[in-house]
């Protein structure tokens, strides 16, 4: 490994040598980059590939290197929005028009600012293969619930009936177009172990319903778009060690009856695996007790990592449900994230929207997040969690603009466990609001955390100090903040550039506008350093000193 390190880095100009040292920026030293990879790994694409990362690190990105086969193919220095997928990455454009069908082995090298070029300093992402698919899909067959008949060869003139016929009848790389209509949907177990994607998706204009009457165990290498998941199991899906599965534009819906359940239930295989390289993108959930549950496991948990991981959530509206991800993961991107203020819940259990309970989460970036507690009255919520013997490293939250109202209500809350040690966690320009009846904002209980990052936040109308920590941690940055009170009680509040808030003065944070009014004293009041490139509507941040707050004036 570190031979194979110091080529990459002869070949971007660096060496490996405890004598290069560039001056610290802030007060973390030897802390990695927080990286993911906004492509997940084998999905076909053609044409134009925009093959992306998303980096965060408190001292800034120097770059990001990508590799093929360990040949230097470019470097992007400055994050932008990716024009695929509109999401600010550190990208490199490639046309793949003329390359053969295939899987081409990708890595990609993330090297901080601000501190000196050391083994430990560095992020080296796990190789994906960019899958290049130019060719059309092997076969192409038509499904018409209303029109079709199984005993037709599956044409767009004589197409068949069921999805179950459908699913039979065709292989990897396979497309199955589905006409408008109401589908029981069925997977072929023998087919999990295909090595490419089938393709199901909804015809342009079609409004495809598949009813669920049972849950379905996820195939490996499938693509959804355009489809709707209806259940009236309380569950929708079970991703038993599951991989290289891709929702994009499906919604997942539960019988409004129904209070328990989970739509996205993941689990490890009998091999242990977990699931991997999936994606949900431009995605829509509604009602269940969970969205999303994926954990390891239960035994040993503080020895376990997440075997979930390389999965992205991108631009996902979650309504009506209880918690949102109970998950434990690594190397995983959530971004543009959206659940409405208005939305009740199913229970009248505490609502959390990320719980990290067991198993060890790390290398995971949650950013661009609007989130309003829409609990039942007697209840409160909190939007991170971290508690039992869930450990939680790399991880950073940007842009995240959060609201609760209901008391005993926590925007994070790590609990003070003797195993709860967070690790290089950094909260980042979030937006973080309280009703009067709420408890306390950001809750950082642990007495063993270490390189803890809070700031250009902007934390207003707590009841309680906003910011809780019952023993110092070590190596803790806390700046550049915004409050509407009292500040902390932690000795460290004092911090030179943090700052007390008069007046919230944001647009219309009621109706998710988080952006601050002309006057504000949120306006130019953080620390670019710190900010990531983009706010939380992408839109580019000053030079110099930007707005506290996820969103920029």
């Given at each position: 490994m570190k031979q194979f390190l110091n080529t990459l880095l002869f070949l971007t100009g660096f060496a490996l040598s405890p004598l290069l040292a560039i001056p610290m920026q802030g007060v973390q030293r030897g802390t990695k980059p927080i990286a993911v990879w906004g492509y997940t790994d084998q999905t076909p694409v053609r044409e134009i590939l925009h093959l992306g990362v998303a980096a965060y690190h408190?001292?800034?990105?120097?770059?990001?290197?990508?590799?093929?086969?360990?040949?230097?193919?470019?470097?992007?220095?400055?994050?932008?929005?990716?024009?695929?997928?509109?999401?600010?990455?550190?990208?490199?454009?490639?046309?793949i028009q003329s390359l053969p069908d295939g899987d081409y082995p990708i890595q990609a090298l993330v090297i901080p600012k601000g501190q000196g070029i050391r083994l430990q300093d560095l992020r080296i992402l796990p190789e994906i293969r960019v899958r290049v698919w130019n060719a059309p899909p092997r076969n192409t067959y038509f499904v018409d619930p209303t029109l079709g008949n199984d005993k037709n060869p599956g044409t767009v003139l004589k197409p068949w009936r069921s999805w179950k016929h459908a699913e039979l009848n065709s292989k990897g790389g396979d497309a199955i177009i589905l006409a408008s209509g109401v589908y029981e949907p069925f997977f072929d177990r023998n087919q999990n172990n295909r090595r490419e994607h089938k393709l199901w998706l909804a015809a342009q204009g079609a409004k495809v319903w598949a009813n669920m009457?049972?849950?379905?165990?996820?195939?490996?290498?499938?693509?959804?778009?355009?489809?709707?998941?209806?259940?009236?199991?309380?569950?929708?899906?079970?991703?038993?060690?599951?991989?290289?599965?891709?929702?994009?534009?499906?919604?997942?819906?539960?019988?409004?009856?129904?209070?328990t359940g989970v739509l996205i239930y993941g689990m490890l295989d009998s091999q242990g695996k977990g699931m991997t390289d999936c994606e949900?993108?431009?995605?829509?959930?509604?009602?269940?007790?969970?969205?999303?549950?994926?954990?390891?496991?239960?035994?040993?948990?503080?020895?376990?990592?997440?075997?979930?991981?390389r999965n992205i959530f991108r631009n996902l509206r979650i309504e009506q449900v209880n918690d949102g991800f109970m998950i434990d993961a690594r190397d995983s991107l959530w971004t543009g994230i959206t659940s409405?203020?208005?939305?009740?819940?199913?229970?009248?259990?505490?609502?959390?929207?990320?719980?990290?309970?067991?198993?060890?989460?790390?290398?995971?970036?949650?950013?661009?997040?609007?989130?309003?507690?829409?609990?039942?009255?007697?209840?409160?919520?909190?939007?991170?969690?971290?508690?039992?013997?869930?450990?939680l490293s790399d991880t950073?939250?940007?842009?995240?603009?959060?609201?609760?109202?209901?008391?005993?209500?926590?925007?994070?809350?790590?609990?003070?466990?003797?195993?709860?040690?967070?690790?290089?966690?950094?909260?980042?320009?979030?937006?973080?609001?309280?009703?009067?009846?709420?408890?306390?904002?950001?809750?950082?209980?642990s007495g063993s955390?270490?390189?803890?990052?809070?700031?250009?936040?902007?934390?207003?109308?707590?009841?309680?100090?906003?910011v809780q920590m019952v023993k110092q941690t070590k190596a803790f940055l806390f700046d550049y903040n915004g409050f509407e009170n009292t500040w902390a009680n932690t000795s460290l509040w004092?911090?030179?550039?943090?700052?007390?808030?008069?007046?919230?003065?944001?647009?219309?944070?009621?109706?998710?506008?988080?952006?601050?009014?002309?006057?504000?004293?949120?306006?130019?009041?953080?620390?670019?350093?710190?900010?990531?490139?983009f706010d939380l509507n992408r839109k580019p941040r000053k030079d110099g000193f930007p707005d506290l707050g996820a969103g920029e004036f």
């Open positions: 408190e001292n800034g990105i120097a770059s990001v290197d990508f590799y093929y086969k360990g040949v230097f193919l470019g470097r992007s220095t400055k994050e932008a929005l990716n024009p695929e997928t509109n999401t600010p990455e550190y990208f490199l454009t490639i046309p009457k049972r849950y379905e165990t996820l195939q490996n290498y499938s693509i959804f778009q355009g489809i709707q998941f209806f259940t009236r199991t309380g569950y929708a899906f079970r991703a038993v060690g599951t991989n290289h599965v891709v929702f994009r534009n499906c919604s997942f819906l539960v019988d409004p009856k129904l209070e949900w993108t431009d995605c829509f959930f509604l009602g269940a007790r969970k969205a999303f549950s994926f954990t390891s496991t239960r035994k040993e948990p503080n020895q376990i990592i997440s075997k979930h991981a409405s203020k208005n939305a009740k819940r199913l229970t009248k259990d505490h609502c959390d929207f990320f719980q990290f309970i067991w198993g060890k989460s790390q290398n995971l970036i949650i950013r661009d997040l609007k989130l309003f507690d829409s609990g039942r009255k007697e209840v409160g919520m909190t939007f991170v969690i971290l508690t039992g013997d869930g450990q950073a939250f940007l842009n995240c603009a959060v609201q609760v109202e209901k008391r005993n209500s926590h925007i994070f809350y790590f609990a003070p466990n003797a195993g709860i040690r967070p690790d290089h966690v950094c909260i980042v320009n979030c937006t973080l609001l309280a009703k009067s009846s709420a408890s306390s904002g950001v809750v950082l209980l955390g270490t390189n803890l990052v809070l700031a250009n936040n902007l934390l207003y109308n707590f009841t309680a100090y906003p004092g911090r030179p550039h943090n700052r007390l808030i008069r007046s919230l003065m944001l647009t219309n944070p009621g109706a998710g506008d988080f952006r601050p009014l002309k006057g504000s004293q949120a306006i130019n009041a953080g620390a670019a350093v710190f900010a990531p490139p």
